[in-house]
């Protein structure tokens, strides 16, 4: 019912920038927060950031002043932008989102995107 579909991943070089994109789609009545998480290879998954429906945001230590989280409300859209990257933010990126549905409503469910290899060479 309900599809996240993420883009913008890739390979850049340490310094450079890359805009990661997370757009829902189906039988959507509302999406309260928004986030994204990323894996590591032998690491846990873990908290990059996040953004309320009211558009407070909230950033792990290690991407504080470096990234950006945002989003377009009309197309259920939430967005990442990553400067001045670093080797250690390779990892696998997820978006996640907490959102209500025709059928589900009042009930809100977490929908998670299908990852995206983001890969910084140093």
């Known amino acids: 019912q309900v599809q996240l579909v993420e883009s913008g991943g890739g390979l850049v070089q340490a310094g450079g920038s890359l805009r990661l994109s997370c757009a829902a789609s189906?039988?959507?009545?509302?999406?309260?927060?928004m986030g994204w998480y990323r894996q590591a290879p032998g690491k846990q998954r873990e908290l990059v950031a996040t953004i309320t429906s009211g558009g407070s945001t909230n950033y792990a230590d290690s991407a504080k002043g470096r990234f950006t989280i945002s989003r377009d409300n009309a197309k259920n859209t939430v967005y990442l932008q990553m400067n001045s990257m670093k080797p250690e933010d390779t990892a696998v990126y997820y978006c996640n989102e907490a959102l209500v549905t025709l059928t589900s409503h009042p009930h809100e469910y977490d929908y998670w995107g299908q990852g995206t290899q983001v890969t910084v060479s140093s």
């Open positions: 189906g039988s959507i009545f509302s999406i309260n927060a």
